[in-house]
């Protein structure tokens, strides 16, 4: 579904990304993992668009969407919920989440969507009236990830949603990814909670310095020697 | 008496008290450790004692001294040192110079500050990168750099606001280290932090907070096996 | 600027301050005008030819800024190497320029520039002919008010500015000297919108009469708005510029009937040359000069005056010659002359003036009027 | 390093000593000395609005009160108007106090509107209260003509204004500054106190924009409200000449200055009808692309020049 | 009685004339967080179209506002698209230089007005510039009053298009985090664009209602910079029922003042106004009208 094939990506004359390659197949749940700094969040960005000084291909099913500004990503059903939320604080609960759906499937199904989230996370159905930017952490957490889904996504790129989250939130955020991914949403995800993702994932690809320097099944790399040592601290 | 001690603080936005007639006392050389769900007022409880808003009622004390109504940027020259949940470095100036904005407060002298932060600096591992500008940090680095600027006003109350959230476990090992080391420097800390592992690995007591308010305190082991706890935050495969 | 040094021995430069751009152009810009065509036909009956060297203008843009002013008379005088200077429009401009060229022994020949100040320094270098003070553009109208309208109360509302202020101040002084009330004396920020606040208030002292000094469209907007409110009066004078320019009637349309004004000049004046330069102007620019138009028309005859009177084109020669001039000019006939403490400065010949069926009729001095006054003027509603 | 910067400093200055020397054409020592003067203001805006970051709109309320104070002197007092180089400055600081305790409530953009209408609030003041003459304004009688002499009085008031701000800066007040600029919350929890700091940037900002003011009146020998209290013409070409030079650096407002009269005049004395437009579109043309300024513009090529590897991307910091 | 009625008629009537005006502001500097010194420019060249169009074609002003809309739409577009959207882009130590570009901005269009008009005073005399209705001995401006409405009018549109449309909702968010706003698909300078533009309409149909009463020249918009400043923080940054109800307020304290204090410190009312909201009520009027 996803192909990236020798992407390389820089800021201003700093090139963080070297080569990359890598696929997520329809369906699929693959994690990408690398210390801070190591590009993660780079290429995310690099495939909805954010960031443009780039070279290699990205294909989403089957059209090359390396060129096209990052509206128009988004328009292909790739749906990016980015690292530090990045909500409208000014605007409602619920503006923020009729944000996520303003292309016209999603539109048509706005009020079902909106119900499915608040189904997910009560606690936004509760807040619906309120600024996003006076929510806690936690909570803006779970309306970034809302957002998303009322793209109704044929591919959910996370980026660290677990960040700040408290333990229970965690577990829950997992669990909904987790679900999502089960009801045929194709999800990619960067994480820092190592052992949990790749316990979970079907895939994962290991990020070093700007480059993919190994990859596997999840279960497989949980017992690779290099990963216990490098991100798991034991 | 203790060190630092916060008796019955509230606070209010609109209608909703964010922290909810909260107590508890600090004393000297410990690590208080802050957990409880989101939204439950950890960071509300470090702004307020910085007096970065006054709270709606309450006291709170340190070193004997009511300081819930002084000007917040007295709270540091009180000796209460503070970093950001979401780190503020001073982008355009280096991480040298980020370090001395903190070290003038006790010194007027450029030579002396700047002594002071290559120490500190070192201290913290960031001597390699002491000339980058702060904003081409990545948050690692960030974050260390938001402690090693409080370390350099000399505070004698630490408050530590998830230091280690978005570090991969590796890096939050680095980052614990820090910590211990301060604390042995004879520091006292409060730390807010969602890693359970790290905060097990290094509170001397646990303060659990919901909804503002007090669920427990007490040693990690008996804060980690509360009903409550664990009902309101760890969730079931924590127990 | 050793070049222009050179140069400068087979032309007599003269440095001309105008605003040529921002928001006072328009008049910098007539006055440019009026200084060129003057030229031209001085130039056509060989007087701008002294002595086989040619008088040459130097215009220079001052922006309507005091700082420009101040840079353009250092370069006409220090590297243009001109003999003496003309202008500028604004009063705050001609300040700056009078200051520098008293310091720097230059004459200057003030074209419009009207603030008391000016000739009242003692400052010999300076000369103001073609312009009066503004204290000073009510002289006729005060023979009028003594000898016909003889108020009793009167309204004065002027725009903050120098020429605004002099005006008011010139006229609450002979007004007490008569004895007559100010039942309302008030300034206004120019360009507001809105007027009717402070003409309600006027309203409410039910003055005599109202003299209001404003720029161009605040003073249409003040009639207008008069009318709006039926504020009626038996008389309202303004104390020139915007109430007697051709913009006013078009602008205030009908509210403009009836409204007077004192002024330096019209069309309709007596003076040797005064039609002929009002209908040269409109054939050759297509646009009606006003007052502004004769003062630089004027000034152009004086200078080329005084530089063929001169004996010699020095500084203090031409001094001399300025201060000798007896010229009859559009503007009347001019002589500076010192006097109520003003120096080098020519008596003004003022008029009032009032609009009848949409044209200026002068009504003031007896002798030149074109039309009778009419006093005291019908209510709105019945115009 | 430290060494060439001395060296530098006094080339400079025995280069700014000799210029009368050199240039002796009175019209382009006039230049030089209005180059001086918006030095002068726009090095004493730049330690408030480039290091400190509070970028104020209302700087003409200092200028015009400097000016004032020269002219109102002599109007009153009947004394030179030379004594306003005393009044002027300590006018503009005392009136900078309370303007301080005002404005540095508010941030940002608040704060710029907030000062932008104190300015204006003056400029109306003036010209409505008859203490200060009106909308007359003053006119003075220039004592001295020598442009030599003037020369060398602004030249002695920027070296001490810029001598003052480069002291000022890099002690403890200027990282204080700096940090401030940078993010205040971070700033206040290091114990800074922020407006204090602001204030103590405020008043000698506001000092030596007084003291140039009062110069002005006495070079220029005539002012009223519209000029010393202009928005456009005062508050924002401060603004414009840091912006030219380069905001946060020494001598920025100094070469800003320079380019803004050079260009300034040469587009009045040569293009005609179309200079302001040409000027507006300068203008344009330089927040667009050296958005630091020209100073900056330089460091920022001089950096692409030299460094080109080194993670993480960061760029060393040249001294602030 | 009579005095202080007509002072608070004019007064709510002049605030309606500037309230357009402060519409568009409230839209570029609220929404947008531009602080726009060349929006009075624009207002003026709105007037000079409805001049234009008046003139040629013999349009009348209120018809002739569309077409001024329409122009000072795409200029607005233009100076956002080709000037303020590069500028964001790079970085510079003192983010208010974008309000320096917006004043070349001011110097370039005024400049080009006066090389087109010169700097003569224009203006258009309608049937109905001076009519003007009497209630009880208190007069009341016919076009002030045809002003007043289309305010609402134009108020209440806008403010359904910002909260309950798409692309209103699209425009505040792009305002609050523009490449959020890429990730839902929004494309986002396209929308900023966009604001610009009806920013600017908005104020160009704010000087076409003065147009029948006032006049024009090159630097009159300069008159209206300060006053839609003050409006937009006294109603409240972004507001729109902030910036009308601001509006009459403005007008209204300027009128009593020029009626009781001083017409000559008309303008300091508005200013000490401006002051005091912005230091005890920084939220504005919205913190009581709730968007
Ligand atoms: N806007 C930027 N400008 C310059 N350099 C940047 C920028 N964003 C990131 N970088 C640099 O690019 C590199 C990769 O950063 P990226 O954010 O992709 O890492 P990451 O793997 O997502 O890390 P983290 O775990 O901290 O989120 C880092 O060295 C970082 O400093
Ligand atoms: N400035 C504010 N205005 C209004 N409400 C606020 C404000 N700051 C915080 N709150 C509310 O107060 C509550 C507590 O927030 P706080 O940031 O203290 O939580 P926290 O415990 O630190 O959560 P997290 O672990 O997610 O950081 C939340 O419900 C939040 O929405
Ligand atoms: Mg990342
Ligand atoms: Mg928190």
Redesign the pocket.
């Known amino acids: 579904m996803l192909k990236v094939k020798s992407l390389n990506a820089s800021y201003k004359d700093l090139q963080v990304l070297w080569d990359v390659s890598f696929e997520v197949r329809k369906g699929e749940f693959v994690v990408l993992l690398g210390a801070n700094g190591a590009g993660k969040t780079t290429i995310l960005n690099t495939i909805s668009g954010i960031v443009t000084n780039k070279s290699g291909v990205i294909e989403f099913m089957g059209t090359d969407i390396a060129k096209l500004p990052g509206y128009k990503v988004a328009a292909q059903g790739i749906i990016h919920v980015p690292e530090g939320r990045r909500l409208f604080p000014e605007m409602t609960v619920k503006e923020n989440l009729e944000m996520g759906s303003l292309f016209p499937e999603a539109k048509a199904k706005r009020k079902e969507t909106i119900k499915k989230v608040f189904d997910l996370f009560p606690i936004l159905q509760e807040k619906q009236n309120q600024e996003a930017g006076?929510?806690?952490?936690?909570?803006q957490q779970m309306l970034a990830i809302g957002r998303g889904l009322m793209a109704l996504p044929n591919l959910l790129i996370l980026d660290e949603p677990s960040l700040?989250?408290?333990p229970v939130l965690v577990s829950q955020i997992f669990d909904i990814v987790k679900e999502i991914n089960q009801q045929g949403v194709t999800v990619l995800l960067v994480e820092q909670n190592v052992a949990k993702t790749l316990s979970m994932c079907d895939r994962a690809y290991v990020l070093e310095n700007g480059r993919v320097i190994m990859e596997g099944q999840g279960q497989e790399l949980l017992n690779n020697e290099h990963i216990k040592e490098a991100y798991l601290g034991i | 008496m203790s060190l630092f001690e916060a008796k019955n603080i509230v606070k209010r936005?609109?209608g909703?008290a964010?922290?909810n007639n909260l107590s508890f006392t600090v004393e000297k050389g410990e690590i208080l450790g802050i957990i409880?769900?989101?939204?439950?007022?950890?960071?509300?409880?470090f702004?307020l004692i910085s007096c970065f808003f006054p709270p709606s009622s309450g006291e709170i004390y340190f070193k004997e001294k009511r300081i819930d109504q002084v000007p917040a940027h007295d709270i540091c020259d009180l000796g209460i040192g503070r970093t950001f949940?979401v780190v503020k470095p001073l982008k355009r100036m280096t991480v040298q110079e980020n370090v001395m904005v903190g070290a003038f407060l006790r010194t007027n002298s450029t030579a002396k500050a700047k002594s002071k932060a290559e120490e500190i600096v070192d201290f913290c591992g960031l001597t390699k990168f002491k000339d980058y500008e702060a904003k081409s940090l990545p948050l690692a680095l960030r974050k260390r750099l938001e402690i090693a600027r409080a370390l350099a006003t000399e505070p004698e109350l630490l408050m530590l606001?998830?230091t280690c959230a978005g570090l991969n476990p590796r890096e939050s090992e680095e980052a614990i280290a820090i910590i211990k080391k301060i604390r042995d420097s004879g520091m006292t800390i409060i730390i807010?932090e969602?890693i359970m592992k790290v905060m097990m690995g290094i509170s001397d007591r646990i303060l659990a907070i919901n909804f503002?308010s007090q669920i427990t305190i007490g040693k990690p082991q008996e804060v980690a096996s509360h009903p409550e706890v664990i009902k309101a935050y760890l969730g079931d495969d924590h127990a | 600027g050793s070049q222009n040094a050179a140069g400068s021995a087979d032309v007599i430069k003269v440095g001309i301050i105008l605003p040529l751009t921002g928001s006072e152009a328009t008049f910098g810009n007539m006055e440019k005008n009026a200084f060129e065509m003057a030229y031209e036909e001085l130039k056509a009956a060989g007087k701008t030819t002294i002595g086989g060297k040619d008088i040459q203008l130097l215009f220079e843009d001052d922006q309507g800024k005091q700082d420009m002013a101040k840079s353009a008379t250092e370069k006409l005088v220090n590297q243009d190497k001109v003999v003496m200077i003309s202008g500028a429009y604004s009063s705050a401009s001609t300040n700056v320029i009078a200051g520098a060229a008293q310091s720097m022994n230059i004459p200057l020949l003030v074209t419009t520039g009207s603030a008391d100040d000016i000739t009242k320094k003692g400052w010999e270098w300076v000369f103001r002919g073609a312009a009066a003070p503004a204290s000073k553009y009510t002289v006729a109208l005060w023979e009028m008010l003594d000898q016909v309208i003889k108020p009793k109360t009167a309204a004065i509302i002027y725009e903050s500015t120098d020429f605004g202020k002099s005006s008011a101040t010139g006229f609450r002084a002979e007004a007490e000297k008569r004895g007559i009330e100010i039942v309302y004396d008030q300034p206004y920020e120019a360009g507001a919108i809105d007027f009717k606040p402070m003409l309600a208030k006027v309203k409410t002292t039910n003055p005599d009469m109202v003299f209001a000094v404003s720029y161009l469209m605040d003073a249409s907007m003040i009639v207008k708005q008069s009318k709006e409110l039926d504020f009626n009066t038996k008389l309202v004078v303004g104390g020139g510029a915007g109430y007697t320019l051709p913009e006013f009637r078009e602008n205030a349309g009908e509210a403009s009937e009836y409204i007077a004004s004192s002024t330096l000049w019209v069309p309709s004046v007596t003076w040797p040359g005064a039609k002929e330069f009002f209908d040269n102007y409109v054939k050759k620019y297509g646009k009606e000069p006003d007052y502004h138009g004769a003062q630089a028309y004027a000034t152009m005859h004086i200078i080329v005056d005084a530089l063929n009177r001169a004996q010699e084109l020095s500084n203090t020669g031409i001094q001399k010659a300025l201060k000798e001039t007896d010229l009859m000019t559009v503007m009347g006939p001019i002589k500076f002359e010192d006097w109520e403490g003003y120096t080098n400065q020519n008596r003004p010949y003022t008029y009032v003036v009032q609009w009848q069926k949409g044209k200026l009729e002068v009504i003031w001095p007896e002798d030149v009027k074109s039309a009778p006054l009419v006093y005291p003027v019908p209510n709105w509603g019945e115009r | 390093m430290k060494n060439k910067k001395l060296l530098l400093t006094i080339i400079a200055l025995i280069a700014a000593l000799a210029v009368p020397l050199i240039i002796k054409a009175p019209y382009q020592l006039h230049m030089v000395i209005l180059i001086l003067i918006w030095a002068t203001i726009g090095t004493a805006w730049n330690l408030l609005g480039g290091y400190g970051g509070q970028v104020s709109f209302g700087h003409a309320a200092f200028f015009g009160i400097g000016a004032y104070s020269a002219g109102m002197l002599n109007l009153y007092l009947e004394v030179s108007p030379w004594w306003g180089l005393l009044l002027g400055p300590i006018a503009a600081t005392m009136i900078a106090y309370p303007i301080g305790l005002i404005c540095f409530r508010l941030r940002g953009p608040y704060f710029a509107l907030a000062m932008l209408a104190l300015g204006e609030i003056f400029r109306i003041l003036f010209t409505n209260l008859s203490v200060t003459n009106g909308a007359q304004g003053i006119l003075i009688m220039p004592e001295i003509t020598s442009k030599v002499f003037y020369y060398y009085i602004g030249l002695a008031i920027l070296a001490l204004t810029i001598m003052t701000t480069y002291k000022i800066v890099n002690s403890k007040i200027g990282y204080y500054l700096v940090s401030i600029r940078e993010d205040q919350d971070a700033a206040t929890s290091l114990g800074i106190p922020t407006t204090t700091y602001k204030i103590i940037a405020l008043l000698p900002s506001a000092f030596f924009t007084g003291l140039v003011g009062a110069f002005y009146m006495n070079y220029v020998s005539f002012i009223d409200p519209k000029i010393a209290f202009n928005l456009v013409n005062v508050s924002i070409m401060i603004i414009l000449v840091v912006m030219l030079g380069g905001p946060a650096t020494t001598w920025g407002p100094t070469i800003g200055a320079a380019i803004y009269i050079i260009l300034g005049e040469l587009f009045r004395a040569t293009l005609g009808a179309a200079n302001v437009l040409v000027f507006g579109m300068l203008v344009c043309i330089i927040i667009m692309f050296m958005p630091n300024g020209i100073i900056g513009a330089l460091t920022n090529l001089g950096r692409l020049l030299r460094q080109k590897k080194g993670w993480p991307g960061g760029t060393k910091h040249e001294s602030i | 009685m009579v005095l202080f009625g007509q002072s608070v008629i004019s007064g709510v009537l002049l605030g309606s004339m500037y309230a357009l005006i402060a519409l568009g502001m409230t839209l570029i500097m609220g929404v947008m967080k531009i602080i726009n010194l060349a929006h009075g420019a624009i207002v003026m060249v709105g007037m000079y179209v409805t001049y234009v169009c008046f003139h040629q074609f013999g349009l009348d002003p209120y018809l002739g506002m569309f077409a001024a809309m329409i122009v000072a739409f795409l200029l607005g577009c233009i100076i956002q698209k080709y000037m303020i959207n590069i500028l964001v882009k790079v970085e510079s130590i003192l983010p208010q230089n974008q309000v320096l570009l917006t004043i070349g901005i001011m110097l370039v269009l005024t400049e080009i007005a006066r090389l087109i008009f010169t700097s003569d005073y224009r203006s258009i005399a309608t049937g109905y510039s001076s009519k003007t209705v009497f209630i009880a001995d208190m007069s009341i401006s016919v076009p002030m009053l045809i002003g007043f409405f289309i305010a609402i009018a134009f108020t209440t549109l806008l403010h359904l298009f910002l909260t309950k449309t798409d692309l209103g909702k699209s425009i505040r968010a792009t305002a609050q985090d523009r490449d959020a706003a890429v990730y839902m698909g929004v494309n986002s300078s396209k929308i900023t664009v966009i604001t610009f533009g009806i920013g600017s309409a908005l104020a160009a149909a704010g000087g076409s209602l003065l147009l029948p009463i006032f006049y024009l020249y090159p630097d009159v918009g300069q008159l209206f910079n300060a006053k839609s400043f003050i409006i937009t923080i006294l109603g409240g940054m972004g507001s729109t029922m902030g910036a009308i109800v601001g509006a009459i307020i403005l007008g209204t304290a300027e009128s009593l003042g020029a009626t009781y204090i001083s017409m000559g410190y008309k303008d300091l009312v508005g200013l000490i106004m401006f002051i005091l909201v912005l230091l005890f009520l920084p939220g504005g009027l919205k913190s009581f009208i709730r968007r």
């Open positions: 006076n929510l806690s952490g936690g909570q700040g989250l408290s | 936005f609109g909703v964010a922290v409880g769900p989101n939204g439950a007022g950890k960071t509300t409880v702004n949940q606001d998830e807010i969602h503002g």
